[in-house]
Structures are given as C-alpha cells and as structure tokens.
C-alpha cells in the first residue's frame, strides 16, 4: 500500500461513517399516471397486498407487511397498543390485516363445495367486519365527513366483501338448520361468535336452495349490470322454482298461476352490538340482517343515514339463466312433451302496492326472455324502479289467440286480486301495457271491447238453436265475449301484427303451421264444442271441414278471427305508442316490413307515437327501441305527475 493511500484512507473512511450516521440519501423518480392509481388505491382485495395506508401506519410501529403476516396476532396487539396513531388509521389498518389473514384461510371459490368455510376462517372475517364497522361509526368522525376519501371507500370495500363471505356461511347453516324444522331465522353459532339472523324482509315462501355473491356473477346476454353503490353485500337467493309441467297421468301436483321470480336480490349487513367504540370491539354478538334492496334503499345505523348497496340484475340474470325458456317455449309451440299448457304470471321483484305494474307480453315461439334488456333497463333505472314493478307473462304461443287472451286475463287478474284482494292499492292502477309481437297483439285486445262483434262475425253462419246453442255459448261465449281491462292508462305495441301478416299464409307459413301442435288438454277440452258445430256446418248449404285454428292459422292476414278482432276499438281514452321494426331502409316505408310483421299491419292510427327502426322483428332487444320505451315510461310519470 503507497504512503499516499494510507493517508488518504482515514478521509474515506469519515466519510463511509457520516453517510451512515444518519444522512439519509433521498432520491426522485418520476410516476406513471397507472402507478400512481395503483399506488393510491391498490390495496389487500385488489393486488394481495396491503394498501399504502396500511404499509404507513405498520411502519410508524416499526413493523413491516411480512411481520404482520407471519404472527397476526402480535401485529394486532402492537397496532391496539400504540396510543400515538389516529384511531382511523388504526382501526383501518387492523381491518385490512384480518382481511388479508381471512384470505389465506378461506378456500378459493371453485373448491368451497368440497372444503366448506372454516370456523377459524369465519372468525377472521368477522374481525375484519367488526374493525371496518368500528372505523366507519366509531373511529371519532362520521362516514359523511369522510365521503370523499379513498381510505373509506377502501374499508368499505372489507366490510362488503367480509359480510359477503360471512353470508355464504350463514346462509348454509341457516338452510341445514331448517331442513331439520328450525326457524330459518335462529341464531348461528360459531366458536366465538353468534349470529342472529333476519330474513323476512325477504319474504321467504320455502327454504332457499343456494345463496350467490353477486359479484361473482356475470352474463352474456345483458348489455348492462345495473348496481347501487352502498353498503352491505350483494346476493342473490335462489329459490325452487315453480313446476309449470303437468305431471304425468296418475301424479297429482297443482300448477299455480303466479309466481315471484324464483331468483331473489339480497343485500346482507353484520350489525355489531355496542354503542360504543369498546363496546364494538368487546362484543361477539352479531346481527345477520338482509335487506330487499329494491325496498330498501337506505337504513339508520348509529345516528347515520347509510345508502344500502344493491344489485338489480343479478337476481334477473341468474332466474333467466337457469330458467330453460329458450327450449321450452320451442317445445310448446310445436307440441312436444315438457312444454307448457296454461299462462303463467311472473312478477320480477317483491310485490310492492305503491308501484304502478308494468305488464310485458312476449310474442311466438318465444318467453320472458324476449324481455331481458328491457326488463332489466326499467329495473335498472333508479327512477322508473321508484314508480314501478314488472309483470310478465309466459304463455303457451301454439293455442289460439282468443283462447290465450282469455286465460291471460283470468292469470293477470287472479294475480292482481291475490296480492290487492280490495283493488285499493296504488299498484293497481294507470298500469301499462307493453306486446311484442304477437303479445302486442293479445295486450291490444286485453284493451278492446269484443260487444257482439266476434261473435256474430265468426258464428253467424251456423245454425245454432237450444242445446247446441247453449253448449257452444258455454265454452266460446267467454272467449269471444270480453271488456277491456279497466286500470290500465298506457300501452306499448312493438311490432304486432294487428291485422295478421301475409308471411303467416305463404309456403313458409303454412310449413310451419303444420308443424305447431295444439295443446293435448286444448284438444279434450274443446272437443264436444267443435262437434257441435260441425254438425251444425253439416246442415248448411256448402258445409266444410272444421278444425281448431292454432296461433299460426290466427296470424294469416285473412283469418276470420284477425279480420275480425282487428276491427274492434281500443278503449276510449287510453293512451298507445307503437315501435315499428322496418328491416330495409331504402323500401318505403308504407311498402315495408320488419321480416315477418308488414307496416301496414303494424301500423296504429291514433297512437301517440310511433317510432320506426331500422331492425329485425325482435326489434324490442334494439338499444333504439329500450330507449323508446323508457322515454315513453318517463312522459308517463310526468302526466301523471309521479
């Protein structure tokens, strides 16, 4: 080593010492507008690690995110312990720590069927509930105060997605212990823990066969997800649904006429008792409250006005999904086994007598499912959903059309009485019509008055005297003899073929309508009707081979029935709209159709509008007409002044 090293050796050296003496070094970096969001938001639920929040406060203890995770029970302690830290960010910090510990001890979601949810598990979620409760109503200032702060939305966020994991446990305890003849609501309990339940605002008619996180659910088929920001967790129930099927002959089972939607919104809140910050933090006694969020859009806990989370088509989505329309509704109408005989009424959310009705008719050869976007965009728009309730029909498409338009109207009806038995509610009033298709068709005459005319226009020829009268008036008179419905303020006709469509008669028509098959029950029930009248035809002078007209024959623009129902008046006073499908836009619009309905067919004098679009038949999927229709729906509320 030369003499001049050495000597310059002591100044390196007092300079290594006063660098790492506590001269701290800083330095500067630029950042990415994405690692700015994801430095600012991210947190355990999101990227598996903990929020810069969280790592902050770990640090102000001189503890790091891989300490806490190896031995959580001493971070808690040492986080409890520091009396220097804002109770904000403890408590928030704390939450975190137990959703990140609830995380490792939970099964994934695709294994939870074959590994059930722990009790140690369970606990975990709930203490990361319990400090997010305490952060957000005892940590000092209130939710509002904090409204426009990322670290709320953030421990909000674990109080959710905590109650959503502590609901799929409850939920499943809640379901064994009523299997075995205890009330769906008695407690739960765990190792620590009880849990009270209430589950009545849900208006349970049998047990619930599963629960789902709404968040976990996603459909093909639905152009939106309509949700409300809040808190709670979003479900759904799912309930048995109706069996629609005539039993096989021996088997008694009765088919009702009416059903809620057998998919049910949820929203789950766990309520920790306590009034006080101790209190809270004290406690293991729990209330597992669950809300309709359709009803219920906000609740009071301690002094606090909170805005209820909610999802209004996951209920929708997960019901049509499983539902089966799509091959059923094809098996009726061609007669095949599983296929439905008599209508059916759907309501789409919990039966509320302050919500005006919406009733929906589908059209041939099809089902509630033709509705999907525009039920779900009226369920999803805040304020249409504050003023109304969707109905919808599913019907058998192959019977004829006086026939299912008596049947729907005794269904609607029955329907209406059993849920507003006095006719007093408000439900039951100014309601709207809304066909599509053929259903527009059926809602038209469900708003008409047949007086004599269909029956003078379709019997008049027959010679029909005492018994034979007495016997046909017996089964036909009701169908052919009907008033409009009375409540009913506006109507909706998209598409309907009023006065029938040349393509139901030409080749292709006439292929398909040998394929529809009546209904069997149709069959036996008219049978002696149609006898009589053959006999009576056999009297005539140029008597003719008669058959039941199904759906198709009805169709044919020169059906005596059409020809004839065409003509009757809708009701005085009652406000119509008609969307028209117009396939090809360079053909006039008067020499137009949309495929299979004409415009001339279509077409309404004295509707209140008429909005043409450029579309097949099934145009009432078109985000053009779902427009159309919820601006007609919100003219409504303004006349009449909802």
Excluded at 307 to 335: D, E, H, I
Excluded at 472 to 479: A, I, R, S
Aim: one cysteine or more.
């Amino acid at each position: 080593m030369s003499v001049a090293f050495r000597r310059i050796l002591p100044v390196f050296a007092s300079v290594a010492l006063l660098l790492t003496s506590g001269c701290a070094m800083v330095t500067m970096k630029q950042v990415a507008p994405t690692e700015y969001l994801a430095n600012k938001r991210g947190d355990v639920l999101t990227s598996g690690d903990f929020s810069a929040a969280s790592r902050e406060t770990l640090s102000v203890i001189g503890l790091n995110e891989d300490q806490c995770e190896k031995d959580i029970v001493t971070c808690e302690k040492t986080l409890k312990a520091t009396v220097d830290i804002p109770e904000e960010q403890r408590l928030s910090a704390l939450s975190e720590l137990w959703v990140k510990n609830a995380l490792a001890l939970s099964p994934k979601p695709k294994d939870r069927d074959k590994h059930p949810m722990s009790d140690a598990a369970l606990d975990a979620w709930l203490e990361a509930a319990r400090y997010a409760y305490a952060y957000l109503f005892f940590s000092g200032r209130t939710p509002s105060q904090r409204a426009f702060e990322d670290r709320q939305t953030q421990v909000r966020d674990y109080y959710n997605y905590a109650a959503e994991q502590t609901a799929a446990v409850v939920f499943k305890r809640s379901r064994e212990s009523a299997l075995e003849g205890e009330d769906y609501n008695a407690a739960v309990e765990g190792e620590r823990w009880t849990l009270t339940s209430d589950f009545d605002q849900l208006r349970l008619t049998s047990i619930p066969t599963s629960m789902a996180p709404a968040s976990s659910l996603s459909f093909a088929g639905l152009r939106s997800t309509y949700r409300r920001d809040g808190f709670g967790a979003e479900l759904v129930v799912m309930m048995d649904p109706p069996k629609l099927i005539a039993p096989p002959a021996g088997e008694k089972a009765e088919i009702p006429q009416y059903s809620e939607m057998s998919a049910i919104n949820a929203t789950a809140l766990l309520k920790f008792k306590g009034n006080s910050l101790q209190e809270v933090l004290d406690t293991t006694q729990v209330l597992f409250d669950v809300y309709s969020p359709e009803s219920t859009e906000s609740v009071e806990l301690h002094g606090e006005k909170v805005p209820l989370a909610g999802n209004f088509t996951a209920a929708y989505g997960m019901w049509l999904a499983q539902s089966g329309f799509a091959t059923q509704s094809l098996r009726t109408l061609f007669g095949m086994s599983e296929g439905i005989a008599e209508p059916h009424m759907y309501l789409m959310q919990p039966w509320d007598p302050n919500r005006r009705i919406i009733f929906m008719l589908h059209g041939l050869g099809s089902s509630p499912e033709a509705w999907v976007n525009v039920a779900n965009e009226i369920l999803g728009d805040p304020e249409l959903r504050q003023h109304f309730q969707v109905w919808q029909v599913y019907y058998p498409t192959n019977a004829p059309i006086a026939l299912n338009r008596y049947e729907i109207d005794q269904a609607f009806n029955n329907t209406l009485r059993h849920f507003d038995p006095n006719g007093t509610s408000r439900a039951g009033k100014d309601m709207v019509f809304i066909g599509h298709s053929m259903g527009g068709v059926l809602a038209r005459l469900l708003l008409s008055d047949s007086g004599e005319v269909l029956w003078n226009d379709l019997l008049a020829n027959y010679n029909l005297k005492g018994e034979r009268l007495k016997r046909v008036q017996t089964k036909l008179g009701p169908l052919l003899h009907f008033d409009a419905e009375p409540n009913v303020e506006r109507a909706i006709f998209i598409a309907a073929p009023h006065k029938g469509t040349d393509i139901a008669g030409n080749r292709f028509g006439r292929l398909i309508g040998r394929l529809v098959r009546l209904p069997i029950t149709l069959l036996g029930k008219f049978e002696d009707v149609f006898q009589t009248l053959q006999q009576a035809e056999a009297q005539s002078a140029q008597p003719k081979k008669l058959v039941i007209p199904n759906s198709i024959d009805n169709l044919k623009a020169d059906d005596p029935f059409v020809k004839a129902s065409s003509a009757l008046p809708i009701r005085p006073g009652l406000k119509y709209h008609s969307i028209i499908a117009q396939r090809k836009p360079e053909v006039p619009l008067e020499q137009s159709d949309d495929g299979l309905v004409p415009y001339w067919s279509a077409h309404l004098p004295g509707a209140l509008s008429e909005k043409v679009i450029i579309s097949g038949h099934s145009v009432q999927e078109t985000p053009q007409a779902v427009l159309e229709i919820r601006r007609i729906l919100r003219e409504d509320l303004e006349d009449m002044g909802d």
